[in-house]
T-cell receptor, first 113, second 113 residues
Framework: QKEVEQDPGPLSVPEGAIVSLNCTYS??????FMWYRQYSRKGPELLMY????GNKEDGRFTAQVDKSSKYISLFIRDSQPSDSATYLC?????????????FGAGTILRVKS | SQTIHQWPATLVQPVGSPLSLECTVE??????LYWYRQAAGRGLQLLFY??????ISSEVPQNLSASRPQDRQFILSSKKLLLSDSGFYLC????????????FGPGTRLLVL
């Protein structure tokens, strides 16, 4: 079993739709939860990170963490064609040097105009 | 502001040839530095990390090595490339005291033929 599970998609939605992206994890030691956006042939870009259970909002993006269910989500409101990308969830746990990131495989999102 | 550079952007190399990929960070001091590899359709795999000059830790045994000759320079090397070394190589940094958030460079796409 992978430590972080993420549906690879692709997820195809019309412009303006609400998008829900999800990850589940098995390691209860994970402390920080992040979402990265990666455009084709580019490096991942940090979108949001959160530490505690609950919701965190930033513009059209809302990150949700449920530690009791080991489940995290990213919601995108009013989706735009420019949101078309691969979305990677990532989680950290403590190592001697700091924190190690464990990534999901990524979900491909396509927003059609 | 901080920026991270990687070069080259794309590289095609024959099997058995050497490799040197370079990463530099600007606008910060004493960063933690990381090398990841991303295979097609898969998440990011941590290869090496460094907490300071000359300090390298390896996450997985492999055909690659890393070095950090200067505070903001991180180099990924191989003496003899294998076909399985093909992939997208990403360098990342995190700030001292903010190790939960890592920021990625633009990546190097390596094709070994």
């Amino acid at each position: 079993q992978k430590e972080v599970e993420q549906d690879p998609g692709p997820l195809s939605v019309p412009e303006g739709a609400i998008v829900s992206l999800n990850c589940t994890y098995s390691n209860s030691a994970f402390q920080y939860f992040m979402w990265y956006r990666q455009y084709s042939r580019k490096g991942p870009e940090l979108l949001m990170y959160t530490y505690s259970s609950g919701n965190k909002e930033d513009g059209r993006f809302t990150a949700q963490v449920d530690k009791s269910s080991k489940y995290i989500s990213l919601f995108i409101r009013d989706s735009q064609p420019s949101d078309s990308a691969t979305y990677l969830c990532a989680m950290t746990f403590r190592m001697e040097y700091g924190n190690k990131l464990v990534f999901g495989a990524g979900t491909i999102l396509r927003v059609k105009s | 502001s901080q920026t991270i550079h990687q070069w080259p952007a794309t590289l095609v190399q024959p099997v058995g040839s050497p490799l040197s990929l370079e990463c530099t960070v600007e606008g910060t001091s004493n960063p933690n530095l990381y090398w990841y590899r991303q295979a097609a359709g898969r998440g990011l795999q941590l290869l090496f990390y460094s907490v300071g000059i000359g300090q390298i830790s390896s996450e997985v045994p492999q055909n690659l090595s890393a070095s950090r000759p200067q505070d903001r320079q991180f180099i990924l090397s191989s003496k003899k490339l294998l076909l399985s070394d093909s992939g997208f190589y990403l360098c990342a940094w995190s700030a001292w005291g903010r190790r939960e958030t890592q920021y990625f460079g633009p990546g190097t796409r390596l094709l070994v033929l």
